[in-house]
């Protein structure tokens, strides 16, 4: 079966920068475009950003661009999520999902990981 | 982009069939802007329930249905169970960008 598994949340004042990881197994992660995915109790489930097979092609919600770095490592099978100048709203659980196989990002997220905390907060 | 909007809540009896409702404007979930639902159980990896409007993968239950009209989808339980209570999302595909509904909370009686 399908696992990811997310790691790297944790604790960080406004302003921070943190750096999540996601271990993708048991299928090619070299074929399938990659997102990040996040719920707030508030705003509910939120995507993020997302990345081609390659790693070339890059999109960002509107509400992380220009401080969110989505990439990717096909060798290790792992995603990342690097995130800067945090805010209080950036607070959430982040989850690692996978997305099409094919050339374009694909309509949906047919597998998720258990996801991981990022609380900021003075 | 605003939300899709989905019911807070609903509720029933074990063996009862229940519906969710999923609506938006036609750039979100109009004609040619397929439906998806996800469940997501407490402390759980949420769970694709249904693509493309009507179709479910490989190991779904046949309890769980979509459907849609126009402007507007719907998820429908029948012969709801106990392991059914989680809470369930709706979700589009519009302009580069996923846009996920409000979430709706299902409890069973």
């Known amino acids: 079966e399908v696992q990811l598994v997310e790691s790297g949340g944790g604790s960080v004042q406004p302003g921070g920068s943190l750096r999540l990881s996601c271990k993708a197994s048991?299928?090619?992660?070299?074929?399938?475009?990659m997102s990040w995915v996040r719920h707030t109790p508030r705003k509910g489930l939120e995507w993020v950003a997302n990345i081609g097979q390659s790693g070339g092609a890059k999109y960002y919600a509107a509400s992380v661009r220009g401080r969110f770095t989505i990439s990717r490592s096909n060798a290790d099978h792992s995603l990342h999520l690097q995130m800067d100048a945090l805010r209080s709203e950036d607070t959430a659980i982040y989850y690692c999902?996978?997305?099409?196989?094919?050339?374009?990002?694909?309509?949906?997220?047919?597998?998720w990981g258990l996801g991981t905390l990022v609380t900021v907060s003075s | 982009q605003a939300a899709l909007t989905q019911p807070p809540s609903v509720s029933g009896a074990p063996g009862q069939r229940v519906t969710i409702s999923c609506s938006g404007s036609s750039l979100e979930i109009g004609p040619g802007h397929d439906v998806y639902w996800y469940q997501h159980l407490p402390g759980a990896a949420p769970k694709l329930l249904i693509y493309?409007?009507?179709s479910r993968p490989s190991g779904v239950p046949d309890r769980f249905s979509g459907s849609r009209s126009p402007t507007s989808a719907s998820l429908a339980i029948t012969g709801l169970q106990a392991e059914d209570e989680a809470d369930y999302y709706c979700q589009s595909y519009s302009r580069l960008t996923y846009v996920f509904g409000t979430g709706t909370k299902v409890t069973v009686l």
């Open positions: 999902t996978r997305g099409s196989s094919g050339e374009y990002p694909g309509f949906y997220f047919d597998f």
């Open positions: 048991n299928f090619i992660f070299s074929n399938y475009w």
């Open positions: 493309a409007n009507d």
